[in-house]
């Protein structure tokens, strides 16, 4: 006999919040690593270019050449079923991490890297050769996400998410260890103290992925019945279903050095970018409730009548996370933070603090952002997704040009407000399109 209603509810809410939590713990100990690099990097030589360097170039232009492979975690959550499906999930990953590294060195090691900072970027020329000095540290980068967020999926998939926590903690440790060393023992440049503390991090989390994710493809994944027709895991079946996934993130990482060309053409161009590792780091940390939200969506929703219990967690933890930074940016907390744990001047401080609070939507957007596309990547439906990050684009590019014509305000003030402007319509289409869903009957 089931049991009440009320009591399904209680339980299929705790489900959720178990699924949730160790993939959000996990999210906050990577999130943890920018906030790190960037107390160290400003107690070392230079702090202002260097944190310019690492957060104006390094950062962004790392993240533009791994975005195809963000949403390998999604995919492989999603499709995993069984052995065939891993294999050719796997030799899919393996090209796009290959290639994806081939362009990495093409940038760090030619001269494109001239061209696309210095015409593109239009980046202070102070901070040019520390960011070329970084990029070519970062070389390990792309490949080893996509290695472990695939790897990663398949531990969603088959009920071992606290396994991404620990590597997350792996990563951490591994980051703190080497920025340890370059602050107290080498006192070297802090863009390369920075960025191998970073390359450090995300080789041992891929490498600690790989050991821990070899018992369940040995066992559980080779043994799990296919829910998928093997055309769903085909080359053309899987393009149909990833490139939208994959221009999604594209698009969104896109926003970093189209944020920082358009800084740097504002006022307090230097001032802004010095800010920007600090406040981003900041922002990721209460952003990264929503993002760890994504692929618990995925995997709950095949439970039965699921949908109305993750749904209302989602807001729940919408409202809350946005009540949490509301706390930081509104008190002394913010400019706490920025002066005491990150070591910025109390000018580069309060201009963190302005910044914070013109993107005061953007935490509690992204959970319910990632409630919507965990609800589309389920039922198939990836173009929407698609659609939606095509509006946040284009608002947010928008309101940047606007900004650059104005030049009345700090660039990364303006950036924020562009983000959070550009993130509620982005929020709104998702909702949208997940509402049809539920009225076609794809997500019960």
Same mark, same amino acid.
Request: glycine share 8%; with cysteine; charged share 10%.
């Given at each position: 006999?089931?049991?009440?209603?009320?009591?399904?509810?209680?339980?299929?809410? +705790?489900?959720?919040?178990?699924?949730?939590?160790?993939?959000?713990?996990?999210?906050?100990?990577?999130?943890?690593?920018?906030?790190?690099?960037?107390?160290? #990097?400003?107690?070392?030589?230079?702090?202002?270019?260097?944190?310019?360097?690492? &957060?104006?170039?390094?950062?962004?232009? =790392?993240?533009?050449?791994?975005?195809? #492979?963000?949403?390998?975690?999604?995919?492989?959550?999603?499709?995993?079923?069984?052995?065939?499906?891993?294999?050719?999930?796997?030799?899919?990953?393996?090209?796009?991490?290959?290639?994806?590294?081939?362009?990495?060195?093409?940038?760090?090691?030619?001269?494109?890297?001239?061209?696309?900072? /210095?015409?593109?970027?239009?980046?202070?020329?102070?901070?040019?050769?520390?960011?070329?000095?970084?990029?070519?540290?970062?070389?390990?980068?792309?490949?080893?996400? =996509?290695?472990?967020?695939?790897?990663?999926?398949?531990?969603? +998939?088959?009920?071992?998410?606290?396994?991404?926590?620990?590597?997350?903690?792996?990563?951490?440790?591994?980051?703190?260890?080497?920025?340890?060393?370059?602050?107290?023992?080498?006192?070297?440049?802090?863009?390369?103290?920075?960025?191998?503390?970073?390359?450090? &991090?995300? %080789?041992?989390?891929?490498?600690?992925?790989?050991?821990?994710? +070899?018992?369940?493809? /040995?066992?559980?994944?080779?043994?799990?019945?296919?829910?998928?027709?093997?055309?769903?895991?085909?080359? +053309?079946?899987?393009?149909?279903?990833?490139?939208?996934?994959?221009? %999604?993130?594209?698009?969104?990482?896109? #926003?970093?050095?189209?944020? %920082?060309?358009? #800084?740097?053409?504002?006022?307090?161009?230097?001032?802004?970018? =010095?800010? !920007?590792?600090?406040?981003?780091?900041?922002?990721?940390?209460?952003?990264?409730?929503?993002?760890?939200? /994504?692929?618990?969506?995925?995997?709950?929703?095949?439970?039965?009548?699921?949908?109305?219990?993750?749904?209302?967690?989602?807001?729940?933890?919408?409202?809350?996370?946005?009540?949490?930074?509301?706390?930081?940016?509104?008190?002394?907390?913010?400019?706490?933070?920025? %002066?005491?744990?990150? /070591?910025?001047?109390?000018?580069?401080?309060?201009?963190?603090?302005?910044?914070?609070?013109?993107?005061?939507?953007?935490?509690?957007?992204?959970?319910?952002?990632?409630?919507?596309?965990?609800?589309?990547?389920?039922?198939?439906?990836?173009?929407?997704?698609?659609?939606?990050?095509?509006?946040?684009?284009?608002?947010?590019?928008?309101?940047?040009?606007?900004?650059?014509? !104005?030049?009345?305000?700090?660039?990364?003030?303006?950036?924020?407000?562009?983000?959070?402007?550009?993130?509620?319509?982005?929020?709104? !289409?998702?909702?949208?399109?997940?509402?049809?869903?539920?009225?076609?009957?794809?997500?019960?």
């Amino acid at each position: 006999m089931r049991e009440s209603c009320d009591r399904a509810a209680v339980v299929r809410q +705790r489900d959720v919040l178990w699924s949730w939590l160790p993939l959000a713990l996990s999210w906050m100990l990577m999130a943890a690593e920018l906030p790190a690099l960037g107390a160290v #990097v400003a107690r070392l030589a230079d702090p202002r270019i260097h944190l310019a360097a690492y &957060g104006g170039v390094v950062f962004p232009l =790392a993240l533009i050449i791994e975005a195809p #492979v963000i949403m390998l975690l999604s995919a492989s959550t999603a499709l995993c079923r069984n052995r065939a499906s891993y294999r050719a999930l796997w030799r899919y990953m393996m090209v796009m991490g290959g290639a994806l590294t081939l362009l990495h060195v093409l940038i760090a090691f030619t001269p494109l890297f001239d061209f696309i900072v /210095n015409r593109v970027l239009h980046a202070p020329p102070e901070i040019v050769e520390p960011a070329r000095v970084g990029m070519r540290i970062m070389t390990p980068w792309t490949w080893t996400i =996509a290695y472990r967020r695939f790897m990663q999926g398949i531990q969603i +998939r088959f009920g071992h998410s606290r396994l991404v926590g620990f590597g997350s903690a792996v990563r951490l440790i591994t980051n703190l260890s080497v920025l340890s060393f370059g602050y107290f023992i080498w006192k070297g440049p802090g863009i390369i103290v920075g960025t191998a503390a970073i390359a450090a &991090g995300v %080789t041992a989390e891929a490498l600690f992925s790989h050991i821990a994710t +070899r018992p369940i493809i /040995n066992g559980a994944l080779c043994t799990a019945d296919s829910g998928l027709p093997d055309a769903d895991v085909g080359l +053309r079946a899987f393009l149909a279903f990833y490139i939208p996934l994959a221009l %999604t993130s594209l698009v969104v990482l896109l #926003v970093n050095p189209i944020g %920082t060309a358009a #800084v740097a053409r504002m006022p307090r161009a230097l001032d802004s970018l =010095a800010a !920007w590792p600090s406040v981003v780091g900041l922002m990721f940390l209460f952003r990264c409730s929503g993002l760890s939200l /994504n692929e618990v969506v995925i995997a709950m929703l095949e439970r039965p009548d699921s949908r109305s219990a993750v749904g209302q967690f989602s807001r729940r933890l919408s409202l809350f996370v946005t009540a949490a930074f509301a706390l930081v940016v509104l008190t002394p907390l913010g400019l706490g933070w920025f %002066t005491a744990v990150q /070591n910025l001047s109390p000018s580069h401080a309060q201009l963190g603090v302005t910044a914070l609070f013109f993107g005061c939507v953007l935490p509690g957007a992204t959970v319910l952002q990632n409630w919507y596309q965990g609800q589309l990547v389920y039922a198939r439906q990836t173009r929407a997704i698609t659609e939606a990050i095509l509006i946040f684009f284009a608002v947010c590019f928008g309101l940047l040009m606007i900004g650059i014509k !104005w030049g009345g305000a700090a660039g990364i003030m303006v950036f924020m407000t562009a983000s959070s402007i550009a993130a509620i319509l982005q929020t709104l !289409w998702l909702k949208y399109r997940a509402l049809g869903l539920e009225v076609a009957g794809a997500v019960t």
